[in-house]
């Protein structure tokens, strides 16, 4: 059987494919007897086929060419394999220890092989909801940020890395066909949530007004206008673009982001924003969760702690590949010109205060359509009692507006946090 | 002759040239016996020749893969030509009155056959040194801002304008090739007049301490990196990229923009800046100008009133256009969510605080740079006199000081005509 042109594969067509792969063939010691293979695409947009052998395992991930929650009437490019291909292959680079290897990228079948994330790896959002600590994640994910949006942006790249001057629009030329998931990203994100739209949907009735003073909110229209026009037209490093606490594995020890397949040049605070914001989502869905055994308070707290150590652990590490590269051949800030250790603190201290609103406004856009648009968070999903999830809801709401409309006045992460736990 | 490949021409193979191309020899009626032709490129970048017949007449302009006055030494790509002629095509199309049309492009020759501006035009700057009035530029510069600017952004354009979704993307994927030409522009404009380089030059020994407190002011520095990374990362629309003094040819009745061989997806307030800038350069040159026949005050106040002109009708039109098209297909704010005046209009009043602060940083970095970079500008050069020149360049480069690091604290262009007053 050949593959000479796009089919999705059922179980059987897979192993018939990876037998045409020696690639993958190889993983598995060239036995393909008693595979065992399971489906396991829990999104929106792909197949994930687990595939294990006596002496290796893989993971198979095909993307359709529609949003399968959705079906065929959402058509999406399948080519979004091929952005997710070239941007794990570009995170593995910077940060091998919290990216999964890729082994095989076929365009045609819009299929990538890759490492298999073994258990008791589960996805982080699963995890928050168990109530489950991971002590370690605001160092990885803290890690992985700072190693991948550093190195991708024109503080690090220069003109001499790459054939092509001119690094970010070379960049964004290789990244400029991921156009669909961005207008994707873009309407789900920064429209719909804004404007009445057969897609939203929004705990009913309970936040029918919720919803309703979200489209009727001057300011907040004004602010996430701001943010579109930054996510479109800023190519300031290649951004994960949907950096979601469902977008990592994790267990005790190991933290790995996964699935970048809306990669793209875009804002930093995209990429931030969005793991920082679903945190905060996690936060309040955890009075949901409570019970008698467990009221949850202590893991809120650890939560509460996981916010403010990843952006101070981000920070630090994103300082501390600044200084260590401020000689280098990174184009934004020239070392002839950037000459004094004053003005060094100067631009940095500058580049994150405005780092620290993109997040915060990213953060909370991201907040305000996991509640009133169309694709929304376990987190709160599984909180059967509706008048409870609502209330759930509505307090992220309430702290999501506030963020966005009033994120300038805001100095630190601390005072996030101190504002989080007043919201009632 | 065959002109499979490039190769520049000179005043007899232009002819030749001209013979093999139908759309041009028939501008000339197909005679071309007695052709006058003329090499007039006083430019750092091209030929240009003025080939005029018994019965038609256009310009050849031709690009040269280095820039002219420096030599070899500078290697640039030839294939400017092309964004060249894309950007005028774009630009014709939006305001054909103030653009020159193009009969002709040949890629592998980097050639340009356009309409020949015929005296009484001459380039706006030799006016303005002249000290004569152009009593239609300020509307009709507007006017061409207005028009190329807006309807080249994502407030007029829209997805189904074009067959691949996501104008930004596709756009800026068609003008990523003009690499060389922004890292250039990024170099001379942001880097150079602040860090000591080999092309700086100022007028000498007189400023050499106000060169020296460019290259050591940390405030300025601080500024011109922000302005730098806005001019890198974000593709508002299709600007000219060098839209001074030089780039329009006037008469009193006609004003036409030519040379966007710069043209790229960048930030609007680069263009209007440039232009706004260039005019404050030859406000501060008439004292140079000024001898015992002509004191050139009235003239100034001219200077003056146009300034604040182009910025009040640029203003004014591009609202217009805005409120025109807002039911439009332009996806930067989308009727169902800006649905009333009042958000209308203060959207509108935030998009243009924000052009405004660019349009003045951006205005400054072009006025510092022609004084202490590589390339400085007639006004000032055709002062013979050094001590009196110093004098003009110190006063500009003292506003354009103040405009770059205090520019969020202007309210509107009657506050900078009456800055600019005050610098004496």
């Not at 997710?84 to 045609?108: I, M, Q, S």
């Not at 309407?187 to 897609?199: E, K, L």
């Not at 070392?335 to 580049?351: S, T, V």
């Not at 991201?366 to 999903?381: L, S």
Request: proline share 4%; with cysteine.
């Amino acid at each position: 059987m050949a593959f000479t042109e796009f089919r999705p594969l059922d179980e059987k067509s897979l192993v018939e494919y990876i037998k045409t792969v020696p690639s993958l063939s190889a993983k598995l010691g060239d036995n393909l007897d008693g595979l065992t293979i399971k489906e396991v695409g829990d999104g929106n947009l792909n197949f994930v086929y687990i595939v294990i052998g006596s002496s290796g395992s893989f993971v198979i991930k095909q993307a359709l060419p529609y949003i399968r929650s959705i079906g065929e009437s959402w058509p999406i490019t399948k080519e979004r394999a091929y952005f997710e291909a070239v941007a794990l292959k570009e995170y593995g680079r910077w940060c091998p220890d919290n990216v999964p290897e890729v082994y095989h990228f076929d365009r045609t079948m819009s299929l990538i092989g890759m490492r298999y994330l073994e258990p008791p790896h589960i996805i982080l959002r699963k995890g928050l909801i168990a109530g489950v600590e991971y002590p370690l994640l605001a160092e990885h994910i803290s890690e992985y940020m700072a190693k991948t949006l550093f190195h991708t942006s024109l503080l690090y790249r220069s003109t001499t890395d790459h054939k092509k001057a001119g690094i970010a629009f070379f960049a964004v030329a290789e990244f400029c066909g991921n156009v669909e998931l961005c207008r994707h990203t873009g309407q789900v994100v920064f429209s719909d949530p804004y404007r009445i739209s057969p897609h939203n949907r929004w705990t009913f009735p309970h936040l029918d007004h919720d919803a309703e003073a979200v489209r009727n909110d001057n300011a907040l229209k004004v602010e996430i206008a701001e943010l579109k026009s930054k996510f479109v037209e800023r190519t300031q490093a290649l951004i994960h673009g949907d950096l979601h606490t469902g977008s990592a594995m994790v267990t005790q020890e190991s933290t790995q982001v996964i699935d970048p397949e809306f990669a793209f040049y875009g804002p930093i605070g995209f990429d931030v924003g969005a793991f920082l914001g679903n945190l905060i989502l996690a936060y309040f869905a955890q009075d949901g969760h409570a019970n008698a055994n467990n009221d949850r308070k202590k893991y809120k707290e650890w939560i509460l702690s996981t916010i403010e150590d990843t952006w101070n652990l981000f920070h630090k590490k994103f300082i501390a590949l600044w200084d260590k590269h401020k000689d280098g051949s990174g184009e934004a800030y020239l070392p002839a010109i950037y000459n004094n250790p004053e003005l060094q603190h100067l631009i940095q201290k500058k580049y994150f205060e405005d780092l620290f609103y993109d997040t915060l406004g990213f953060g909370a856009a991201k907040m305000i359509r996991r509640i009133v648009g169309v694709a929304h968070v376990e987190d709160f999903e599984s909180i059967t009692d509706a008048a409870k999830r609502a209330s759930c809801e509505r307090r992220a709401l309430e702290l999501a507006k506030l963020l966005l409309k009033e994120r300038r006045k805001f100095q630190d992460i601390a005072e996030i946090v101190s504002t989080i736990r007043q919201i009632q």
